[in-house]
C-alpha cells in the first residue's frame, strides 16, 4: 500500500507541474473586473465567429480527406501481403515525425508558385495555363495537414484491419452475401471505432494547429492558436490572449470528451493479426495496377516534396535548373545567416540538440518512474488526468508559464517544462504499455535467485525495456526539435532553435539557406525516426498502438 501511495503522490506532483500554469491562465482570464462582460461580448463578436468557424471547418476537412486517402490503403496493407509491406508501413510514417515547419518548407518547395508541382504542370498540359495557387490559403493549409496526417491514418487503419479474421467474410459469403453487402454489414462496423478514433484524433491536430497555419495563412487565416499569439506576442493585449486560451480550452473538452468515447470503443475491439494471402499479380492483375498506382500516388504527395528540399538544396539559389552547387550550405556558415536568424549555426544546432537531449531524458526518467511504480494498478483516473496535457493549447501553457514563474526562471529552463509537458502524455503511454506486457515473472524469478536493487534494474529490467526505454527518449527528443510555439513564446527571442531558424529564413525569403538547412533537419529527424522504429519492433505493435493512441 506505501508503494501505491508513493506512486499516486509522485503523479500528483507530476500533474501539479501541468495543471498550475494553465490554472494561471484561467485565473487571469476570469478572477478579474468586468471578465464575464468581456466574454459574452466575445462570444458574440464576429471574430469569434470567424475564428471559430475556420478553425472547426479546416480541422474537419483535413480529418475527412487524411481517412478519405487512407481507407483503400488500409485495405491492401491489411487485406494482403507483398513484398516490401514493412518497409512502406514504416516509412511513410516518416511525415508524422516532421516538425511542422519542415511541412511547410517542402509545401512551399514542391506546391509553391515556383515549384515542382506547377512546372510539372506547365510541362504536362502545355498552354493551358494550370497551376495550384492556392497553398498560402485555406486550400494549402488543409493539403498541408492531410501530408501530415494521412500516412498515420493509413497505418493506424491498417494494423485494425489486419485484426480482423477473413474467416468473417468466408461466412458471409457461404450465406449468400456479396462483397459490398459484406463490406457493408460486416467490416465497416468492426473499422467504424477506428475510422472514427482517428477522425477525432486528426481534427484534434488540426484544430490545435499553429506553425501550418502561421506561415500559410498568415494573419488572414487564424485558428485559435494563431490569434491568441497574436493578441499576446504583437498586440501584447494579454488579458484578452488569455481568454481566449480559456475559450479555446472549454471547446476542447467536448473534443476531448469525444476522443475519449472512441479510444474506448477502439480498446474493447480485440483479434490478433493472422496470416494473410500474397497479393497475386497475375491472377489479381486489377487489383495490383490499383494498388501501383495508389502507391505511386501516395509516394508522389508525401516523399516528392521531401526529395525536392534535398534536391535543390544542392541547385543553385534552391533553383530546380540552378548548377550543382554546395553554396546553399556554405551560407549557413556565413555572415547572412546570423543577420537573419540571430545566431550562428553551430550554436542553432547546439542549443537544438541540447534541449532535445534534455526534453528526452527528462521526460522518458519521469514517465518511467511512474509507469514503473504504477505497474500493478490499472489504467485509472490518475492515469486519465496525466493526459491533460494533450487537450491544452500549447500556447496556453507556455503563456501560464510566463505568468507563473516567467521573470523568476530563465528561458531555457521554461522551455524544457513546456516541452517535457507536451512530450509527457505520450511518452508515459507508451513506458506504461510496455512496462506492463512483460509482466513480473522475470523480475521475481531474478529477485529469488538473489538479484535486487541497482542490480536488479541493470540485467533484468533495463534489457528488457532497453528498446521501449529508446523510443520513448527518440518521441521526446523528436518533440522538442519540432517544437515551434514554445521556443517562440518562452524564448523571448533569445533562445533560437532550427524550427526557429527554418522559420526565420522562410520569413525573410532566404530559401537557399532554407533548404539546406531543413535538410539537415530531415536527416536529423530521419534518424529519431529509425529509433522510435526500432523501438516499435522491440516491444510490439500494440504497444506502439497504444502510446499512439493516447
Same mark, same amino acid.
Given at each position: ?14 500533474? #501539479? ?20 462582460p468581456e466574454?459574452?461580448?466575445f ?22 480527406f ?10 491492401? =496493407? ?18 508524422f515525425m ?7 518548407l ?31 490559403g ?34 458471409? $459469403?457461404v ?10 454489414r460486416?467490416?465497416?462496423?468492426l ?9 477525432v484524433l486528426?481534427?484534434?491536430? @488540426? ?10 495563412? #498568415?494573419?488572414l ?5 494563431v ?9 501584447l493585449?494579454?488579458?484578452?490572449? @488569455? ?10 473538452t #467536448?473534443?476531448?470528451?469525444?476522443q ?7 480498446q ?5 493479426p493472422g496470416p ?24 508522389? =504527395? ?8 534535398l534536391?535543390? @538544396? ?9 548548377a550543382w ?7 549557413l ?10 545566431r ?5 544546432v547546439?542549443? *537544438? ?38 487537450g491544452? *493549447? ?16 530563465p528561458?531555457?529552463?521554461l ?8 512530450a509527457?502524455p ?12 512483460? #509482466?513480473?515473472e ?23 525495456m532497453?528498446? $521501449? ?11 522538442s526539435?519540432g517544437d515551434?510555439?514554445?521556443?517562440l513564446?518562452l524564448g523571448?527571442?533569445k ?12 520569413g525573410?525569403?532566404s530559401?537557399?539557406?532554407?533548404? $539546406?538547412?531543413?535538410t539537415?533537419?530531415?536527416l536529423l ?8 522504429e526500432?523501438?516499435y519492433?522491440?516491444?510490439? @505493435? ?9
Amino acid at each position: 500500500m506505501t508503494g501505491v501511495k508513493r506512486a499516486n503522490r509522485f503523479a500528483l506532483i507530476l500533474l #501539479g507541474l501541468f495543471i498550475l500554469p494553465v490554472l494561471a491562465v484561467l485565473g487571469q482570464a476570469f478572477l478579474r473586473p468586468n471578465a464575464w462582460p468581456e466574454l459574452l461580448a466575445f462570444l458574440r463578436s464576429g471574430q469569434f465567429r470567424r475564428v471559430l468557424a475556420f478553425s472547426t471547418s479546416q480541422a474537419f476537412w483535413s480529418a475527412f480527406f487524411s481517412l478519405a486517402l487512407a481507407v483503400p490503403g488500409a485495405y491492401f =496493407f491489411g487485406r494482403y501481403q507483398f513484398p516490401g509491406k514493412r518497409l512502406l508501413r514504416s516509412v511513410m510514417i516518416l511525415p508524422f515525425m516532421l516538425p511542422g515547419i519542415l511541412v511547410v518548407l517542402a509545401m512551399v518547395v514542391f506546391y509553391g508558385q515556383n515549384g515542382i508541382f506547377n512546372r510539372w504542370l506547365a510541362v504536362f498540359f502545355p498552354g493551358r495555363n494550370l497551376a495550384f495557387t492556392g497553398l498560402y490559403g485555406y486550400k494549402g493549409i488543409v493539403l498541408a495537414h492531410v501530408f501530415y496526417n494521412f500516412a498515420f491514418c493509413l497505418r493506424m487503419l491498417g494494423e485494425r484491419w489486419e485484426r480482423i479474421s477473413p474467416k468473417l467474410e468466408e461466412a458471409s $459469403a457461404v450465406l449468400g452475401a456479396g462483397r459490398l453487402t459484406t463490406w457493408r454489414r460486416v467490416i465497416l462496423p468492426l473499422l467504424v471505432p477506428t475510422i472514427g478514433y482517428l477522425g477525432v484524433l486528426v481534427f484534434l491536430y @488540426s484544430f490545435l494547429s499553429f506553425t501550418v497555419v502561421l506561415v500559410l495563412g #498568415g494573419y488572414l487565416y487564424q485558428t485559435f492558436e494563431v490569434l491568441i499569439y497574436i493578441e499576446y506576442n504583437n498586440k501584447l493585449r494579454f488579458t484578452h490572449a @488569455s481568454m481566449l486560451a480559456a475559450v479555446q480550452m472549454l471547446l476542447l473538452t #467536448g473534443i476531448l470528451a469525444l476522443q475519449r468515447w472512441t479510444q474506448r470503443l477502439v480498446q474493447r475491439q480485440s483479434g490478433e493479426p493472422g496470416p494473410l494471402p500474397p497479393l497475386q499479380p497475375r491472377r489479381q492483375l486489377v487489383k495490383t495496377a490499383l494498388f501501383l498506382f495508389y502507391l505511386a500516388g501516395s509516394l508522389l =504527395f508525401f516523399f516528392m516534396p521531401l526529395f525536392f528540399v534535398l534536391l535543390r @538544396s544542392f541547385k543553385h539559389r534552391g533553383q530546380p535548373d540552378g548548377a550543382w552547387t554546395l553554396d546553399n550550405y556554405r551560407q549557413l556558415f556565413g555572415v547572412g545567416f546570423r543577420f537573419v536568424v540571430g545566431r550562428d549555426l553551430w550554436t542553432v544546432v547546439g542549443t *537544438s540538440l541540447g534541449l532535445a537531449v534534455t526534453v528526452g531524458l527528462v521526460t522518458m526518467v519521469l514517465a518511467y518512474l511512474l509507469a514503473r511504480a504504477r505497474r500493478h494498478q490499472p489504467w485509472g483516473r490518475i492515469d486519465l488526468w496525466l493526459q491533460v496535457p494533450m487537450g491544452v *493549447s500549447f500556447l496556453t501553457f507556455a503563456f501560464g508559464l510566463l505568468k507563473l514563474v516567467g521573470r523568476a526562471l530563465p528561458p531555457a529552463f521554461l522551455i524544457v517544462w513546456a516541452q517535457v509537458f507536451l512530450a509527457f502524455p505520450l511518452v508515459y503511454a507508451l513506458l506504461r504499455t510496455a512496462r506492463r506486457e512483460w #509482466g513480473e515473472e522475470l523480475l521475481e524469478a531474478a529477485q529469488t535467485l538473489g538479484a535486487s536493487g541497482w542490480e536488479l534494474f541493470c540485467t533484468v529490467e533495463l534489457p528488457l525495456m532497453r528498446k $521501449a526505454l529508446s523510443s520513448a527518449f527518440a518521441y521526446g527528443a523528436a518533440l522538442s526539435l519540432g517544437d515551434l510555439a514554445a521556443v517562440l513564446v518562452l524564448g523571448q527571442g533569445k533562445v533560437v532553435t532550427l524550427a526557429v531558424a527554418v522559420y526565420r529564413l522562410i520569413g525573410h525569403y532566404s530559401f537557399p539557406q532554407a533548404i $539546406a538547412l531543413g535538410t539537415l533537419f530531415i536527416l536529423l529527424a530521419a534518424v529519431l525516426f529509425m529509433v522510435v522504429e526500432g523501438g516499435y519492433r522491440g516491444f510490439g @505493435s500494440g504497444g506502439h498502438e497504444e502510446g499512439s493512441k493516447q
